[in-house]
């Protein structure tokens, strides 16, 4: 079990079951790494060393996210959460994958997926590089103008509360925002916000 310990450790603490079994890991010695509570399962083919990661949890549990769903962008709430724009706590993390797609069933972390059309999927896209893998994020005003693409489903208090607190930080960057605003077609919407908030 040592070399299967050692095997994850160089990469990063991530394994697939095809990839260990090509370094002779053998089944078992998965399944006794799991019941013994060394590795956890994130999703069916998919492991993490437990314990292994240096990040912050919830930055933590964005990186399985990301590992276990390759085309998948961390989006809304929790988009916000990253982006320290909410006071809210999202009970999941919510992602977006491209509309063809088959959503992927992850273990661990709880997961809301949102089928995002290709024009509104792929602007905005922040690639985070982290020691323990990558996380794929929307920026600021993308996540802005998306929460305001689904205030009637999320909530228009939580798009507002990030807004406000965007236009509080010294980098608001109001051509950027009106940019993502024309793409996510809520332009209309946005403005007698700014207005609102400017008056």
């Known amino acids: 079990?040592?070399?299967a310990l050692a095997y994850l450790k160089s990469r990063g603490g991530y394994g697939t079951m095809q990839d260990m079994k090509a370094a002779s890991i053998q089944t078992r010695e998965i399944a006794q790494l799991l019941e013994d509570g060394m590795i956890e399962k994130i999703k069916p083919g998919l492991y993490r060393l437990a314990g292994h990661s240096n990040e912050n949890p919830f930055r933590s549990t964005l990186i399985d996210v990301c590992k276990a769903m390759p085309k998948g962008v961390i989006c809304l709430l929790s988009a916000l959460d990253y982006h320290e724009l909410t006071t809210f706590n999202p009970s999941e993390?919510?992602?977006?994958?491209?509309?063809?797609?088959?959503?992927?069933k992850i273990i661990y972390p709880p997961v809301k997926t949102f089928f995002f059309r290709e024009r509104l999927y792929t602007p905005g896209i922040v690639r985070i590089r982290t020691e323990n893998g990558?996380?794929?994020v929307y920026n600021k005003e993308k996540t802005i103008c998306d929460m305001f693409r689904y205030r009637y489903k999320?909530?228009?208090?939580?798009?507002?509360?990030?807004?406000?607190?965007?236009?509080?930080?010294?980098?608001?960057?109001?051509?950027?925002l009106q940019k993502y605003a024309e793409i996510c077609q809520v332009k209309s919407v946005l403005i007698p916000y700014l207005k609102a908030l400017a008056a």
């Open 1 to 3: 079990m040592k070399h």
């Open 93 to 104: 993390v919510y992602v977006a994958i491209p509309h063809s797609d088959k959503p992927t």
């Open 134 to 136: 990558n996380v794929r």
């Open 154 to 176: 999320l909530g228009e208090h939580l798009a507002f509360e990030a807004l406000k607190m965007y236009l509080r930080r010294k980098g608001a960057n109001m051509n950027a």
